[in-house]
């Protein structure tokens, strides 16, 4: 059947592709997540208490429990000339909870200085940091196809035709509309025009099919 290219079409198209991306990146997101109670979790507690008392360290467990700060979640920054900033909101476990100064403000962010930083830590951090710049590359990466996909189908009257010219193309096609398009019935007669080189050196098919496959194979999509 003819399916006639439309800015709907073009839509959908970019939301599936958007799908794709936040599939891809979805695998990376708790990759390194930190355990409550693990110790990695008390190294980045007493990380965080030591920069919250430096000024006064011998207070912190002298001072009366009635003058220290309600208990909150303290939101920690880990940031180094070799790694961008890691941002990481650290949540207190019953009975070990962070023990916060009389002045501290919820809102405020606080720099974890590297003289801190455990072996466990920096290894953490490196983790971070590595998967930070994967999903960065993931989000390049479905950007381009977007991009790349959004210009071949201008070139298109229908999405039969691009279909012809780029088989690849289906990858990133709703199955509804691949369906009208394989339809039988009222299927055009007139032989769509051949593929240009113009069209193959705008798309990185190459690129294209990487990414599908890799959705598929982490999604368990047919």
């Known amino acids: 059947m003819y399916v006639r290219k439309t800015q709907t079409l073009v839509d959908d198209i970019e939301h599936k592709v958007d799908i794709m991306r936040n599939s891809a990146v979805s ?8 355990e409550i109670g693990s110790p990695l979790h008390a190294e980045i507690k007493t990380a965080i208490e030591s920069t919250l008392w430096e000024v006064a360290p011998e207070l912190k467990d002298k001072m009366p ?3 220290l700060a309600k208990d909150e979640d303290v939101r920690a920054v880990f940031e180094s000339e070799e790694h961008k900033a890691i941002r990481y909101t650290f949540e207190s476990q019953d009975g070990d909870r ?6 501290h ?15 466990l830590i920096q290894e953490w951090i490196t983790s971070q940091h590595n998967t930070d710049v994967e999903r960065d590359k993931l989000r390049d990466i ?3 196809i977007r991009v790349q996909l959004v210009g071949f ?3 298109h009257a229908s999405l ?7 088989p690849e193309l289906e990858l990133y096609v709703p199955d509804e509309y691949i369906e009208k398009v ?41």
């Open 27 to 34: 695998q990376l997101t708790d990759e390194h997540k930190v």
């Open 65 to 67: 429990k009635e003058w």
């Open 98 to 103: 962070i023990k916060l100064p009389p002045l």
């Open 105 to 119: 403000n919820r809102w405020n962010d606080y720099n974890i200085d590297q003289k801190y930083w455990t072996p």
């Open 142 to 144: 479905y950007e381009t």
């Open 153 to 155: 189908m201008a070139k």
């Open 160 to 166: 039969n035709t691009a279909l012809k010219e780029m």
């Open 182 to 222: 394989n339809k039988k019935e009222n299927r055009i007669k007139a032989t769509p025009s051949a593929p240009t080189t113009e069209d193959y050196e705008e798309v990185d098919v190459d690129a294209l099919t990487r990414a599908a496959v890799a959705h598929r194979v982490t999604t368990g999509n047919k």
